[in-house]
């Protein structure tokens, strides 16, 4: 005696083969497809757009900004030295502001 297949109903295999391939052919699922290569498309442009532009920022700092710092903190130092000669002269502590 055999075994009844539960949830089979008694379709063969070649039934569940062509739901499946009447599945995967239907417009639904194309058009998901189409809609996931999209997706794909629009994110590589999103991810090289986003590369472009962090190419620039760090482009425009290294070119702009780190110069500023190092300025920055050359004045510093220099503002430091006076200081240190100025007590050691013996006049008044004062910080001296370079001109602008």
Known sequence: MMAKRIGGAGKSRGGVSTILGR????????????????????????????GKAAWIAGTTFLILVVPLIIEMD?????????????????????PMQRGF
């Open 74 to 94: 050359r004045e510093a130092q220099l503002n430091e030295i006076d200081l240190q000669q100025a007590s050691l002269l013996g006049a008044p502590a004062q």
């Open 23 to 50: 599945i995967s052919n239907s417009e639904i699922v194309s058009h998901g497809r189409r809609a996931a290569g999209d997706a794909v498309g629009v994110s590589k442009k999103l991810l090289w757009s986003t």
